[in-house]
């Protein structure tokens, strides 16, 4: 009962370490949603250079691995261009932003796959800007098609950013391990920090769920 109660005690710290969590990954969903749809919009652009310069940077962002670029954007980079100290904070936010953004690009372009041909070519007859496009045609189609996989893609974030705790992020892992030094505990903290992480990520799942079934009602009804 003792190691239970224990274990209850470091749950303050430890959500602590996972608001951090949620504001990286949240911030770095955002970030690599934003730059998918810049990628996507190069790849489809019509010019080579462009389209092929995109097509490496995914594929070396699917490539590497995640601790590699952290390691890369906090050690190297800084040394390369003398910028002194960085935040780990924000060269974690780009880390899983940048990495995320290579595999949302091809999620999304799977998806555009899926969609009719000759939509955007309809929409821009009928004078519609690439932005109104894409915001009027083809966005409202894609969420639906694409939501299980962006969620996962999520999923995916958070269940790498502990890496970032290389790089003295006090996230949710983090916080673990320092509970882990003070109570000389190694079990308890990390059993607490496991079910954080599950809940944080069943949250995620049952929000898309949410998500996916409303977007899917709101197309039939048009």
Do not use: H
Not at 82 to 97: E, N, P
Not at 166 to 191: A, E, K, W, Y
């Amino acid at each position: 009962m003792d190691y239970f109660v224990r274990i209850v005690e470091t749950v303050p710290l430890l959500l602590d370490g996972l608001a951090m969590t949620v504001a990286i990954c949240g911030l770095a969903t955002v970030f690599a949603a934003a730059a998918s749809i810049l990628i996507l919009t190069a790849r489809r652009s019509g010019r080579r250079w462009l389209a092929g310069a995109v097509i490496a940077y995914v594929t070396l962002m699917r490539g590497l691995p995640i601790v590699i670029l952290v390691f890369l954007l906090y050690f190297g980079l800084p040394a390369l261009l003398d910028l002194g100290r960085v935040s780990a904070f924000w060269i974690g936010v780009v880390a899983l932003g940048m990495n995320g953004a290579a595999f949302l690009s091809e999620v999304l372009r799977g998806a555009i796959a899926r969609l009719p041909s000759g939509q955007a070519e309809s929409a821009r007859a009928l004078g519609l800007s690439r932005l109104q496009t894409w915001r009027l045609v083809l966005v409202p189609q894609l969420l639906p098609v694409a939501l299980p996989a962006l969620a996962g893609e999520v999923g995916f974030l958070v269940k790498a950013s502990p890496v970032l705790s290389l790089i003295t992020v006090v996230d949710l892992t983090r916080r673990s391990q320092q509970v882990t030094m003070q109570t000389f505990d190694p079990l308890g903290p990390l059993i607490a920090a496991a079910f954080l992480y599950f809940l944080l990520l069943g949250s995620t799942a049952w929000a898309s769920r949410v998500l996916e079934r409303k977007l899917s009602a709101g197309i039939e009804a048009r």
